[in-house]
Each structure stands twice: as structure tokens, then as C-alpha cells.
């Protein structure tokens, strides 16, 4: 990746360039280097590195937006040019609301150089020791090691400049026997933190139990869901649920309901880009500082994710969650975080009568965002769960499940978060759940 100072001097040669009354310049980085695997082979390579840059100009009241990826520098007076362009040709004035200025940020470790480099060779060493756990247990191992940076600069014409990186690692495994699966994946900041040997063992372990699945009739289950499932429901309420202007608009499960009890007590949820290993960008798509935020205490919702129009609509402070000046979608919490509870994994299972342990979701679909309703399907290790004990493995099910249901009807909180999810933004931290009354419609074969 370019080195900060490359970037900003990029972006502020423009803005000393531009004539307009308003600039704003900002860029976007990625680097990703991803080695895949399949029948404990290596099958594939890839690295890219991209930029892409956006100038958004005001003249007059009127906005011109452009945007390249190539920071050349020679090729600044045309894009400045084709933004006055745009800028004056549009037929009325918007009402502009003034840029904002230089601020301090709080910034957490989340940027790890080694992480950022990692050669093809290395990344090849980490699976090999995948992929012969695999091959000694007659399976097959399926899966990516991918690495990467990622960075992001804001520079304006009111004196703001704000740099962030953040560096990634995914390590996801598959393992794959006769007629069963199992599957691991960790997401980390620093290659360092991440355990190869552990999670194949982890992904042998789910295969082993779950082989010659049995059936169970589709019905109201209690469920044992592990992060991974976790963080695929509360995903949903991010983009949606959680959506500042939705809720300002009277378009979502929320709108009209600060301070009231809407989930469970034992549910507390926070938007924190800070949480460690989380990797989240401490600024919004403006600039304006990124405020941790309170959503579920103790089942009560609380606060709404808003930048300066949501902020406006309701009467509330801007808490630096846009993402962008012109956008019309509306605020989002990026940075999901919700806080453990005191049970581990196997006490919930020993506390569970009858019920189902799911390892992971997949193609989860929202079918009403009003009601927060999803569905979608289980994969790579699902069982049985009788007197306290995993009996046997089961063949996939289809889900179709309110999320705010979900979350008032929980009966335990894991005692331990791990990060989901991971790259640009950062990614969501959640303990398992474990939950009564979760709705599965249909069955599978397989």
C-alpha cells in the first residue's frame, strides 16, 4: 500500500488546485492477497492492489462529483475540470451544508505491516499444515488464506485531513468427509493471532460428529447458534434495522421506540468501531469523528446511529455515522459489538434439553425488513442436542425468523467474543447465543 503521506499529498495537491467555493477529496485503498485450496491442493493466487479516489466540488450552491483510480497527479486539472463541469451544469442549488474542519480522531492498533506482505510462500506454509490435518483424517480440506491493508484518506478545503489503515487476515476451512462437513474461520488483525492447526482441528471435529446426518421435522427449536450464526443475524440489523434515516422515516422495527424495552434484558448491543480486533474506521465519510454508541442496554433501544440531516429529523446530536455528503441511503452502525454474557459454549449445551447447535448460516436473505425477518439455510455442522449432550449430526434446514424475535427470546449470552466478517470497514464482534423458540421451515437431503 502507499504510505499515508503519498495519499494526502495527493488529495491536498487537488484541493490547493481547486477554484471551487467547496472541496472534498477522498480516497479509498485496498490490497488483497488470497490463496485458495480445495482437495488439500492449492488451487489458486491472486493478489490486487486498487485505488480509487472521488473530488467532489461545489460552486455556487451546485455539487459536481468525480472519481478515477489513478493517482497521477497529471491527471488532476482534467478531473477538476470535469467536476466545475458537472457542478455548473446542474439545473438548481442543493442546500449545502459546511464541510467540516480539522479534528482530532481517537485511533486504535489495527494496522500490522507483516500481515500486509505476506508472500504467496508463506500463506502457502499456513495451509499446508491445513491441508495435511485433513489428508491424515481421509478428508478433504477446502478453504482461502487471504491477507491484506486497507486505507482510506479524507482531505477538504476547510483545513480537515484524516488518514486510517487497518491490515486483515482470514483463515477459513472446510473440512469435508464422505457425507459430512465441518467448518472454522478466524478473522484477525495481525497474522500472529491466527491458530491454523486449532481451527482445522476444529473443522475435523465438526465433520467427524456430524457424519451420517439424520433428519429432524421442521418446527420451533431451541437453538445453540455460535458467533459465526450470530453475527449473520445481527448483520442484517446494521444496513436495516439500525439504518438512521429508516428510523427517522418511519421505515423500520425501531422508529418510535428510544427507551423502550425492545429485546431481551440480557441483550446489550453497541456500535464501536474501537473494540479491539475490530479494525474500525474512528471517522465517517465526511470526517466527522465516529462516536461509540449505545443501541440495546440491557434490551432497551437507546441511540440512533445519525449523521447532521437524521441528526436534524430528530432532534439529536450528529454522532459521525454518514456515509457521505450526498448520501441518501442514510447513517449505519459499521461496528456491531455485542457485549458477553457469563455462559460458555458447553454449558449451554449441557443446559439444553432438546434442542439444535448450529455452526454457521448461509445465503441468509431479508425477507421483510419491517419485521426483520430472514431466512436462509444451516451449513457445515448442525446436531442434535438431547439431555445435555450432542447426539448426532442433522442434514441441512431452511430457517425463516424475526432477528428482533431472536434477540428477545435468548436465554443465554456467551462468555467470549470473536470478531466476524473484517476488511474496509472493520468487522462485527458477538459471543454464541443460544435462543428458544428459532423457526425452521423446511429440510433438506443433504
Not at 458467533?227 to 436495516?240: G, R
Not at 479491539?276 to 432497551?300: A, C, N, Q, S, Y
Not at 429529523?313 to 457521505?324: A, I, P, Q, V
Request: proline content about 3%; glycine content about 8%; some cysteine.
Amino acid at each position: 500500500m502507499l504510505k499515508k503521506e503519498k495519499l494526502l499529498d495527493f488529495a491536498s495537491t487537488i484541493v490547493k488546485m481547486s477554484d471551487a467555493d467547496m472541496t472534498t477529496v477522498s480516497i479509498v485503498g485496498n490490497k488483497e492477497s488470497l490463496t485458495r485450496f480445495s482437495n488439500n491442493e492449492i488451487t489458486q493466487n491472486v493478489d490486487s492492489t486498487k485505488y480509487s479516489f472521488t473530488i467532489r466540488t461545489v460552486y455556487d450552491g451546485k455539487v459536481g462529483i468525480v472519481s478515477g483510480t489513478s493517482l497521477d497527479t497529471k491527471n488532476i486539472k482534467k478531473f477538476l475540470e470535469k467536476a466545475k463541469e458537472i457542478s455548473k451544469n446542474q439545473t438548481h442549488k442543493k442546500e449545502i451544508l459546511p464541510l467540516p474542519s480539522k479534528t482530532d480522531y481517537t485511533f486504535t492498533k489495527s494496522f500490522d505491516k507483516k500481515t500486509e506482505t505476506l508472500s504467496p510462500d508463506q500463506r502457502a506454509k499456513y495451509v499446508k499444515d491445513a491441508v495435511k490435518i485433513c489428508a491424515k483424517e481421509k478428508m478433504n480440506g477446502a478453504g482461502i488464506f487471504s491477507n491484506g491493508a486497507n486505507s482510506f484518506v479524507i482531505v477538504n478545503s476547510n483545513g480537515l485531513e484524516a488518514h486510517f489503515e487497518n491490515s486483515n487476515v482470514t483463515f477459513s476451512i472446510t473440512a469435508q468427509a464422505k457425507n459430512s462437513s465441518g467448518w472454522a474461520e478466524q478473522n484477525e488483525l495481525s497474522v500472529k493471532n491466527i491458530d491454523v492447526i486449532k481451527n482445522t482441528k476444529i473443522a475435523v471435529e465438526k465433520a467427524k460428529k456430524s457424519k451420517n446426518p439424520k433428519d429432524v421435522k421442521p418446527g420451533k427449536y431451541t437453538v445453540i447458534l455460535e458467533p459465526a450464526a450470530v453475527a449473520d443475524l445481527i448483520s442484517f440489523l446494521s444496513y436495516t434495522t439500525f439504518n438512521g434515516l429508516m428510523i427517522a422515516e418511519g421505515r423500520s422495527f425501531l422508529s418510535g421506540k428510544i427507551g423502550q424495552k425492545v429485546v431481551s434484558e440480557m441483550v446489550t448491543l453497541y456500535d464501536d468501531p474501537y473494540f479491539e480486533g475490530v479494525g474500525g474506521i474512528p471517522f465517517d465519510f465526511e470526517g466527522f469523528p465516529r462516536k461509540r454508541l449505545t443501541l440495546f442496554e440491557d434490551g432497551v433501544f437507546k441511540e440512533v446511529p445519525t449523521d447532521r440531516k437524521v441528526a436534524k429529523m430528530l432532534k439529536l446530536d450528529n454522532n459521525g455515522h454518514s456515509l457521505g455528503a450526498d448520501d441518501e441511503y442514510g447513517p449505519l452502525p459499521l461496528n456491531l459489538y455485542l457485549k458477553e454474557g457469563s455462559s460458555n459454549l458447553e454449558e449451554m449445551i449441557k443446559t439444553t434439553k432438546s434442542g439444535i447447535l448450529v455452526t454457521q448460516f448461509h445465503y441468509v436473505n431479508m425477507l421483510n425488513p419491517m419485521t426483520t425477518t430472514i431466512t436462509g439455510m444451516t451449513r457445515n455442522g448442525i446436531f442434535l442436542v438431547k439431555d445435555g449432550k450432542i447426539k448426532d449430526g442433522l442434514k441441512n434446514m431452511r430457517f425463516t425468523q424475526s432477528i428482533m424475535e431472536s434477540l428477545s427470546n435468548v436465554l443465554m449470552v456467551g462468555d467470549r467474543c470473536i470478531v466476524q466478517s473484517g476488511g474496509f470497514g472493520g468487522g462485527f464482534a458477538v459471543p454464541a447465543l443460544k435462543i428458544k423458540d428459532f423457526t425452521f421451515t423446511s429440510k433438506t437431503e443433504f
